[in-house]
């Protein structure tokens, strides 16, 4: 069983960053972070492998947002750069097989962190 620590989610303006991170309790091959706003189904945002070669994007973060791990750390980055209103949601740490956008190909989630950004 691997547990998933988020932190890093808040309130912010925007145009503005936050960066989010996700402690992993043991290592897995792949690590991710989906996200779900109000009223709306849950969505992928972004994923990274175990090599951090293979870096997948959903088309509405890419170019503004960038995936990053630390293996020794056992830990993974989201930052989130010109942000949007419509980025506010819940974004949920993943982990597991995972290396696509299916949220079953992930077994492990964290408890999710808000993100809220201000018009």
């Known amino acids: 069983q691997v547990q998933l620590r988020e932190s890093g989610g808040g309130l912010v303006q925007a145009g503005g960053s936050l960066r989010l991170s996700c402690a992993a309790s043991?290592?897995?091959?792949?690590m991710g972070w989906f996200r779900q706003a109000p009223g709306k189904e849950r969505e992928f945002a972004a994923a990274i492998d175990w090599s951090s070669i293979r870096l997948l994007y959903a088309d509405s973060v890419k170019g503004r947002f960038t995936i990053s791990r630390d293996i020794a750390k056992m830990t993974v980055y989201l930052q989130m750069n010109s942000l949007k209103p419509e980025d506010t949601a819940v974004y949920y740490c993943?982990?597991?097989?995972?290396?696509?956008?299916?949220?079953?190909?992930?077994?492990?989630w964290g408890q999710g962190t808000q993100v809220t950004v201000s018009s």
């Open positions: 043991s290592s897995t091959y792949s």
């Open positions: 993943v982990a597991g097989p995972g290396g696509t956008m299916r949220a079953r190909d992930y077994d492990y």
